[in-house]
């Protein structure tokens, strides 16, 4: 699995990144996410993330 970012959608509220930081940053610019791993170890988290994600920025697709 491979979690993809729409950074259009994105209205950066961090909610990614306070559930895996290891995996999810935000642009200093605008707030956007930034995807660190795109295939993470803790899948739990990913799919956690995608879905508290409150602009639906975030999904999980197979490679």
Known sequence: MRIVADTDVCVGAG????????????????????????????????????RICPSGALSLVED
């Not at 995807?35 to 993330?49: I, Q, R, S």
């Open 15 to 50: 909610q990614c990144v306070l559930t895996d930081p290891e995996v999810f940053d935000q642009s200093e610019d605008d707030g956007t996410v930034i995807v660190l791993v795109e295939h993470p170890k803790d899948l739990g988290k990913a799919e956690e993330a995608v």
